[in-house]
Each structure stands twice: as C-alpha cells, then as structure tokens.
C-alpha cells in the first residue's frame, strides 16, 4: 500500500514539475550559484521528455521485434544451427559502449536522433532475446507432450502455447531493456538528439547543480514508473497462465 502512495505521488509530482516548472524554482534555488537560474528554461522540459521517450519507445519496439524473430528463428528444429551467430549479433550492444556505437554513427548518419537510435537499438537486444530464449526453451515437457496430443501444428503451438507461456520472461527482457535504454539514451545529447541529456549536459557545462539534478530526477522517476508498469504487466501474464509471480 505505502509504494503505492509513493508511486501515485512521485507520478503527480512529475506531471506537476513538468506542467509548471518555476513552480519548482525554490526547491532547486538552493543548489545554484552566482545568482545561476535555477529552473532550465532553453528548451521545455515537457519537451524534452515527450522526445526522450518517444526515442526510447522506438528503440525498445525495434530491439523487441528483432529479439523475438531472431529468439523464435533459432529455437525452431531449422535454426538451432544459428544459436551462436543469434546470440553473437545480439551481444554486440552490449560489446561495444553506446558512445562508441554514437561516434562511428555520426559520420554515416550524421547528427541528430538517429546515431541514438541505432545505439539504443544495440544496445537493448540481448535482454529481449536471452530472456525469450530462455521463456522458450524453459517450458515443462508435459507442455510439448500436451500440444502434440491436442493436434496442434507447431505453429500454432508456438502462438497459442509457448509465447503466452513466455509472456512474463518475455516482458521481463523488455523491462530491462526499457530502463537501461531510458538512462542510456541521455548521451544522445551529445550528438544533437532531443533528449533529458540536454538539461544535464547544460549544468556540468556551466557548473548549474540545479539543471543535472532536473535532468537526472525525471530521468529517474521514470524509470521507476517504467519499471513498476512492466512489473505489473508481468504478474497480470503470469497469472493469465496459471504461474505465481
């Protein structure tokens, strides 16, 4: 009950902040310097935030999309064989640091959302992809004895049996990649990318402790509201397949 309180709270104090700003300016007041202002005024904080998400919402949907082929793809009896270049492509994300991937992009891509984009894509497969594979290949055998008995096609098995069965693991991966993609695409700033970054970037430049903790406080609360969500989601799917979680 008290998490629930302090979620709703943290959820109206995010919509409160982000309507009216300098509403806010005392409470920041006191960590400014040299008369600074207190309240990041360049761009809208609403703003900003809509366009934030926005790019980890793309990023997310696309990382997912090519998680889930990709882990279908390689527990099917034709594509066992690909499991170790699946799991190679995917780990690549996480091989390479996201402001590696935003330099090599730069030049192709040019500045902008998109180098972002691509990075945020890496970078969010592997957790979509490890944890279908593991909702797929970690079934009973009874469930596989079941299908077969009912006369389903292996297709049909496939949607109608295990991908509800790997719903919860399944959203597990995309909570994951979710918050990580939401803190890491914050460095799309430096590449021109409209994001939460731009508050924080805008205080270390001019020493404002003010703007990093604005940037970094709603950056936060969303995260945990993302996090929460997918939680909820996750024991909704579980409970619509007879699991306890």
Do not use: C, K
Request: net charge positive.
């Amino acid at each position: 009950m008290t998490g629930r309180v302090l979620l709703a709270a943290a959820v109206l104090f995010l919509l409160a902040f982000l309507a009216s700003p300098d509403s806010f300016a005392w409470l920041f007041q006191p960590v400014t310097r040299n008369n600074a202002p207190a309240i990041y005024t360049q761009t809208s904080l609403l703003s900003l935030t809509l366009s934030h998400l926005v790019l980890v919402g793309l990023a997310v949907a696309a990382s997912t999309a090519v998680a889930l082929v990709l882990a279908v793809l390689v527990t099917r009896p034709a594509g066992r064989e690909f499991l170790p270049l699946a799991r190679t492509v995917t780990s690549v994300g996480q091989t390479f640091p996201p402001v590696a991937v935003l330099a090599l992009a730069v030049p192709i891509m040019g500045f902008g959302a998109g180098p972002t984009l691509v990075a945020l894509f890496l970078y969010g497969l592997l957790p979509v992809f490890e944890n279908t594979l593991a909702g797929l290949t970690g079934q009973p055998p009874n469930v596989a004895e079941a299908a077969r008995g009912m006369g389903l096609t292996p297709w049909q098995r496939l949607w109608q049996v295990d991908l509800p069965l790997a719903l919860p693991v399944i959203l597990t991966g995309m909570r994951l990649t979710a918050v990580i993609s939401l803190g890491t695409a914050t460095i799309g700033s430096t590449v021109a990318a409209r994001t939460l970054g731009e508050v924080i970037i805008a205080g270390l430049l001019s020493s404002n402790t003010a703007f990093v903790l604005q940037g970094g406080m709603v950056v936060g609360i969303i995260a945990v509201l993302i996090h929460e969500g997918f939680q909820m989601l996750e024991r909704t799917a579980a409970r619509r397949v007879g699991l306890n979680r």
